[in-house]
């Protein structure tokens, strides 16, 4: 890590454009440069982040395979079934899925951090 400046991780998975990235986004702004890396991770177009941050900020765009937005889309139709236990098998089931869909997500996230913890 580079003597005397702390790095500051954003990680937003945001479903739109909005709080989840306006208020970090005013965060870094008002951030002393000298002492902090803002670093920030999202799943937003980049051209949307940049435009925010002002190119104040380090960013990385990882995506994951099995978003928020899917998750809710799998819950509303599976919730038409009425039989509590099948419902609760298939949600166990895509959770499951979800899991390992998004393992990528998770070691992408992992190695960002790890290279900013060695600066």
Known sequence: MTKGKA???YVDQALSFG??????????????KEKYRPVVVGEMDES???????????????PRLFN???????VSA???I???LLFKLI?????????????TYIVRLARIILT???R
Request: no cysteine.
């Open 7 to 9: 790095t500051i991780l």
């Open 19 to 32: 709080g989840s990235i306006v208020v970090p986004g005013g965060m870094i702004e008002g951030l002393d």
């Open 48 to 62: 949307i982040l940049n435009f925010r941050l002002q190119e104040q900020a380090k960013i990385y765009l990882v």
């Open 68 to 74: 928020y937005m899917q998750w809710e889309r799998v």
């Open 78 to 80: 599976v919730k038409q």
């Open 82 to 84: 009425k039989l509590r």
């Open 91 to 103: 949600i166990y089931l895509m959770s499951a899925i979800r899991s390992l869909a998004n393992v």
């Open 116 to 118: 900013w913890q060695i």
